[in-house]
Structures are given as C-alpha cells and as structure tokens.
C-alpha cells in the first residue's frame, strides 16, 4: 500500500520501511544501547528526562514515544528501535512521560506532557544541535496516540492505539475509564495530512488491526500500511507483557 504522493515521501518512507522490513527485525530484544546524552523539559510541575541517541552522520530525527497502556513502560524500551535508526544516520530522542496511577488507562496526563514538549522543542531543538534535522516521530502501541500528537513531517507508528472499536483488550481495558466517544474526540483533534506509515501484525488481539485501518483510510493517500501476516501485538513492541 505505497499511496504517498510526493517524491520525498516516498523517499523517506522507503528508506524507514526498509529499516524494518525484515524477519530478523520483527522481534525486536528489550535491550538496546544506552543514550548518548540525557536533556530534561518540564511539564505539570515535574522535570522530565529525555533520551539521545546519537548517529554519527544525522540527516533526520526521529521522536519517538514508549508504549505500555499509558501506565507503564519507559524512554529506555525503545532502545531496541533507536540502534536501527542510528546505524542509517537518524538521530533518535525518547521523551518520558507521566504515567497513570492505579486502573485509569487514559492517554490524558501523558498527552498534556507531549502538548508541552511539543511547545518547548523549537527552543530545546536548538540547545540539543538537532534544530536542522528532518523531524519525523513514531510511537508503539500506546504511545502511536502520543506519537500522532507530536511534532514531525511524518510518523511511522508500529501496532498503534488510535481508535477504539472495543474488538480487543487494550481496547476493553480503556473503555472502561473512557467513552469511545471521548477517544475518537482525541483522535480527530490530532489528525494532519502528513505521511504515515503504520506497521501492524494482523493476529493482533490486544490493539487490533482495525483502528489502524480506519486511520490509515482517514489519511488517504498520505498514509502507508505495511501488514504483517501472522504477527500479534509483539511485533516491534517494546512491552512484551
């Protein structure tokens, strides 16, 4: 499903699906390497860490937001996928995020945190030396909502949470802190015309591969869906529980 209409486009997303197009690839080890800096942003009255990983050449940044059902999980998780972006020359930042307390699986305190990285990153870019990168950001499961929601040209997204049609357990799991309807409110208010490619294992039961379709099918022509046969939720995952 190629349906991106620039050239550059089509460039960047050939070049990030070949990164993770391969079997060896798909099941992705918890352990990666460690950061190369650590900067910090503030949000809701708390210092927040933020994870570098740094290429030797960077032409492109990358974002990208751990998963965990908004309640668990952490910026060191995605690891596994940085040391793929790094070995092709896209420098890779992880953002922490407030996670919620007990039962409650809503994304909205982790959201007000990316609203507020989003409004700090053009200043925080610059004393980072990452200002003049192609920006693009990802996000697994969980964190493909807080991924849509962060800044970038593009997002690549692997078995993202971005609408609920309680088909799986995340899903069930969520609705019952959160109406659907309040769900789709946060999807539809995210939304931009900007290329998208999603992976997704179609034997996902605990965030299946619907939401992805649907959202992919709001996009149109800006969004790429690349369907693992076979493939559940652990599937480029970072948590594996």
Request: charged share 20%.
């Amino acid at each position: 499903m190629h349906r991106f209409k620039s050239y550059l486009a089509i460039k960047t997303f050939l070049t990030l699906a070949n990164l993770f197009s391969f079997t060896s690839c798909y099941h992705l080890s918890l352990s990666g390497s460690s950061p190369d800096r650590v900067y910090s942003y503030h949000s809701q009255g708390k210092e927040l860490k933020v994870l570098h990983y740094q290429s030797r050449r960077p032409t492109h940044l990358i974002i990208l937001w751990h998963g965990g059902g908004w309640k668990k999980g952490s910026p060191e998780n995605m690891s596994q996928h940085c040391d793929i972006f790094i070995k092709h020359n896209i420098d890779c930042i992880v953002p922490e995020y407030s996670l919620a307390d007990g039962l409650d699986a809503t994304p909205i305190l982790a959201l007000k945190d990316v609203q507020n990285f989003k409004t700090q990153f053009k200043d925080l870019s610059e004393t980072w030396g990452v200002a003049t990168l192609t920006l693009w950001s990802g996000g697994s499961s969980a964190g493909g909502l807080l991924a849509a929601w962060s800044p970038g040209e593009g997002l690549i997204l692997w078995s993202p949470v971005l609408k609920l049609n309680g088909q799986g357990a995340f899903d069930n799991n969520v609705l019952d802190s959160m109406s659907r309807v309040e769900m789709d409110v946060l999807l539809n208010q995210q939304i931009q015309a900007r290329p998208t490619l999603i992976f997704h294992g179609d034997r996902d039961v605990t965030v299946p591969i619907q939401g992805s379709l649907e959202y992919c099918e709001l996009l149109d022509d800006q969004c790429s869906m690349e369907i693992l046969l076979g493939e559940d939720h652990r599937v480029y995952s970072d948590n594996r529980d």
